[in-house]
């Protein structure tokens, strides 16, 4: 290929007019490939690249406005014009602008993060040149799609306050917890990731509780200075023994205050650490525990690592930093809450109320065994 390729773009120009129609598209994804090859051009170049596109964008199929977007994407000289152009003619090749093409104004790409199509600030929140004030934009942003791309891009600058925001939502996305949590080191913002971390991250996290002085901050609710009365312990306990996962559940939502979905996700958390510290948040003794742990946790039980770590947490861990934990992993903060505490239901009305469905639906609904998730 000759190095003077504005003596190739004249020749194609001039051809261009004598192609059929049908050969247009063509001609446009050998032109945009000639000008991509280069890494510079002179304004010449970049002239006669923009009117001969110009005239061939309008015989463009999907397929070659998504070919011409890709290659212009990554091309520093690509004329600003011919991309609009691209954008208004096609979504997928907007996208694949959005997500790297250099030529975007700033205004444009931050509209777009604030209050563009789902699909199209997901793209953004691709891109590797992204500020602050970008992604604090896209963070603010509740659908699902966008949070994980930004989360994903290893380049975006996520602020405290951005990492935070996210991190409250990851709990209960598992894909964006496990995006948050491959960034980098765990921090004490990580806290709600808790249930979508690895034993290391865990391990992590439990010691910037700790370090953090959670104990002595009165960040937990006054809650946690109380011990759980003989009632509720022998409820709690006869519902993992007797394998009622669902009564066992219900309970446990009701001591933390929390929702049964978020009890259920510890409880069905197979290293049963999860499990332990919700165990030590609402004061249950350690010989229940330890009972509870053996005969309905059957994976916990036949693994000493695995046993002998949960019951270490109960010496580990203070209380308060235990609910502080769990505070996070279920999004139930009762520092906010009075420090009166509500009486727990009687054995038999939550058996009835896992029974009747948390709409009251009166229809039946069976109380899984709990051996079969463990």
């Known amino acids: 290929m000759p190095t003077d390729i504005y003596a190739r773009l004249r020749d194609l120009a ?12 063509v001609l446009l994804r050998v032109t945009t490939d000639l000008f991509a090859l280069h890494p510079q051009h002179t304004p010449e170049e970049i002239r006669l690249y923009e009117e001969m596109a110009d005239r061939l964008i309008d015989s463009a199929d999907e397929a070659t406005l998504i070919h011409v977007a890709r290659k212009l994407a990554g091309c ?13 003619r096609s979504v997928e090749a907007e996208r694949e602008i959005l997500r790297a093409g250099p030529q975007i104004e700033w205004r444009d790409l ?39 791309a930004l989360a994903a891009n290893p380049l975006a600058p996520l ?28 921090t004490l913002d990580c806290l709600p990731l808790y249930l979508a971390a690895d034993a290391q991250e865990r391990a992590r996290l439990i010691a ?24 509720a312990a022998a409820r709690i306990e006869a519902a993992a023994i007797r394998q009622k996962r ?32 919700a165990f030590v948040a609402i004061g249950l003794p350690q010989p229940a525990a330890a009972r509870i742990f053996l005969i309905a946790f ?60 948390a709409h009251g639906s009166g229809a039946s609904q069976p109380d899984l065994p709990l051996r079969k998730s463990f």
């Open 208 to 231: 910037l509780a700790l370090e953090a002085g959670l104990a002595q901050s009165g960040l937990a609710s006054a809650a946690a200075s109380e011990t759980l009365d003989d009632d």
């Open 110 to 148: 931050r509209h777009v993060a604030a209050s563009g199509a789902c699909d199209l600030a997901a793209a953004v929140a691709q891109r590797s040149d992204l500020d602050r004030e970008a992604v604090r934009l896209l963070a603010a942003r509740p659908e699902r799609e966008i949070a994980r």
């Open 76 to 88: 520093a000289d690509a004329p600003a014009t011919l991309l609009k152009r691209i954008r208004a």
């Open 14 to 25: 001039a051809s261009a007019e004598a192609k059929p129609s049908e050969m247009r598209p």
């Open 298 to 357: 059957p994976k916990v039980a036949l693994s000493p690592d695995l046993f002998g770590r949960t019951m270490k947490l109960f010496q580990a861990i203070p209380r308060r930093v235990a609910t502080r934990i769990v505070d996070a992993m279920t999004g139930a903060p009762r520092a906010a809450a009075s420090s009166a505490r509500a009486p727990v239901r009687p054995f038999a009305a939550t058996v009835t109320h896992a029974q009747t469905g």
């Open 159 to 186: 602020g405290a306050e951005s990492l935070r925001l996210l991190a409250l939502r990851g709990r209960d996305d598992p894909a964006l917890a496990r995006a948050l949590l491959d960034r980098c080191a765990p």
């Open 246 to 277: 669902t009564t066992f559940a219900l309970l446990l939502a009701d001591l933390l205050r929390c929702d049964s979905l978020c009890a259920r996700r510890i409880v069905e958390d197979e290293s049963g650490d999860a499990l332990a510290l």
